[in-house]
């Protein structure tokens, strides 16, 4: 029996004019998609009139709720499968296409990850629910994921135009990775929820994002294109994009160590970037190491390409002895991606499975990432793993006190931990504010 087809965009439309969406076959078997999309663990609506996003909201006079899935009222254009199962007749444009886009998306994501962690993902939430709900939200400045819910709004441009993020495979991919931390990893205590909690979320749900979106074919081939396995050169590899509460690029390829948050920071976002950065170093490396045992280039220019990281007048010379191994050999250079892809996949994915959420600091991370090379390779890639955490003083320097936080940070973190349970303890709304609120009256 086979899967189920879907296209999408491996680059949302937006940010690439050019950008057509894609024919992918998702793990789902043949048939069993129902309308929506929807299956026993995940549905999609397009929710008519729905006023606000779910999670921590404040009522018209000011008393705090929670507001959970799920979604009682109307919905709109849901994604009809063809008689086959697939929901690849929906083309972009069409009423439905979104829903079956982010449908798609998640699937993909989740195929992806479940391989590596070698489980079907089980929910966070599944006490209460048993499948999330992902709606689509065009009036709504951001992205999330919380208990029960995926939630995806739209970025305004500047021509009053949207872009749904609905569209976004990184975004929904980013979300994706925070529902399987939670499902793996869990929620620690809040006396015990470190700074590098919060850091280590934002970077895991980007590494899911990008291991994922390297595994449409034509990401490999474009990026190989591009950079002719030069990836410090790679756009797409290296750049994630997430919002927050604007959509924001951010940087695997960036320079951040900790020494630059020991006197603090502001967002969870900024405090990703050294763990994140040195993840996405390591798989350059692996990547080079897989590039030399298949003989595809010296180890000297390996040791080169690491020394120009620090010495940009070296750059030039790299480029030409990349040039002239990947026109030898473009196949090899793409399963050496692939290896690499794998060997930090399945790391993350052992990690997550051996840390505990209570006191996480990025030491911690370094830790679990070595133990699972251990594991599975009798320690092959330990040295440039230690070595790459070391250069950014992950382990030795620590994330300091939280400094005046952005608008919505505190929001974004009661959205995510609260519990339907939580809302016995909040201050009970009078009627009259809990009329305004039911007729979406604000004053
Ligand atoms: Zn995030």
Sequence with gaps: MGGTRFRLFVQPPFEDDLSRPEIITVSSPAGSLRVGPSDDSMYVIVPDGKARAYGLNIGPLGTPFLYLPPWQGRILA????????????????????????????????????????????????????????????PGWNNAQYGYGFLELGSQLDGDGGTLPFSLDFDIIAHEVGHAIIYGILGIPDAENEYPEYLGFQESFADCVSLIAAMHF?????????????????????????????????????????????????????????????????????????????????????AAFADAAQSDPSMEGLLQDEFDAAFARDAEGF???????????????????QILSPDQLDYGNVA????????????????DLLDSNFRRRH????????????????????????????????????????????????RI
């Design 78 to 137: 849901p994604a009809v499968p063809d008689r086959w199962g697939n929901f690849d007749h929906y083309r972009p444009d069409v009423p439905g296409f979104e829903a079956a886009h982010a449908f798609g998306c998640a699937r993909f994501t989740l195929d992806v990850w479940e391989r590596y962690l070698d489980r079907p993902l089980a929910w966070h939430f599944s006490d209460h629910y048993n499948r999330l709900e992902i709606d689509i939200l």
């Design 217 to 301: 074919p034509s990401v490999v081939e474009n990026v190989l294109e591009e950079t002719r396995g030069n990836l410090y050169l790679a756009n797409r590899l290296a750049r994630f994009s997430e919002l927050s509460p604007h959509r924001q690029i951010r940087s695997a390829n960036n320079k951040r160590t900790m020494a630059d948050f020991v006197d603090g920071w502001k967002n969870e976002h900024d405090l990703s970037e050294p763990l994140t950065g040195a993840i996405f170093d390591s798989l350059v490396d692996i990547f080079h190491e897989s590039l030399v045992s298949r003989g595809l280039i010296s180890p000297e220019v």
């Design 334 to 352: 793409a399963d050496a991606l692939l290896d690499a892809r794998d060997v930090v996949g399945t790391y993350l994915a052992a990690t997550l």
């Design 367 to 382: 830790d679990a990432m070595l133990a699972a090379d251990r594991m599975h390779s009798g320690g092959e890639f330990s």
């Design 394 to 441: 992950i382990g030795e320097l620590h994330a300091g006190r939280r400094l005046a936080s952005d608008a919505g940070a505190r929001e974004r973190r009661f959205t995510r931990t609260l519990l339907p349970t939580d809302s016995r303890s909040f201050p009970k709304m009078s009627y009259r504010e809990n009329f305004l609120l039911r007729n979406n009256i």
